[in-house]
Nanobody, 114 residues
Framework: VQLVESGGGLVQPGGSLRLSCAASGFSIRSYDMSWYRQAPGKELELVARISRFGSATYADFGTGRFTISRDNFEKKVFLEMTNLKFEDTAVYYC?????????WGEGTQVTCSS
């Protein structure tokens, strides 16, 4: 069972990135899928969640800028981020949760800098 994030990198303020999370070893169909982030010196925080039914919720800082989506057939989850800001710099983690089952990826670094 594995979650692997990709798509992070260095971007200028106002730029965009699309993060991907690929699952292997299990089907994500029954799982609520989320993106979390952790900035240096700060606590882990929820960025966005998409339920197994496709309903999406966002942290206040992401509303209007971030979009979470999922492809159950491809076993992937995406986070489209636009109008990125300095404060979006963090390691972004993919999370899958269902009942007592919970899986984390190892994260992908997003750095917003001029």
């Amino acid at each position: 069972v594995q979650l692997v994030e990709s798509g992070g990198g260095l971007v200028q303020p106002g730029g965009s990135l699309r993060l991907s999370c690929a699952a292997s070893g299990f089907s994500i169909r029954s799982y609520d899928m989320s993106w979390y982030r952790q900035a240096p010196g700060k606590e882990l925080e929820l960025v966005a969640r998409i339920s197994r039914f496709g309903s999406a919720t966002y942290a206040d800082f992401g509303t209007g800028r971030f979009t979470i989506s999922r492809d159950n057939f491809e076993k992937k989850v995406f986070l489209e981020m636009t109008n990125l800001k300095f404060e979006d710099t963090a390691v972004y983690y993919c999370y899958a949760g269902w009942g007592d089952n919970a899986y984390w990826g190892e994260g992908t670094q997003v750095t917003c800098s001029s």
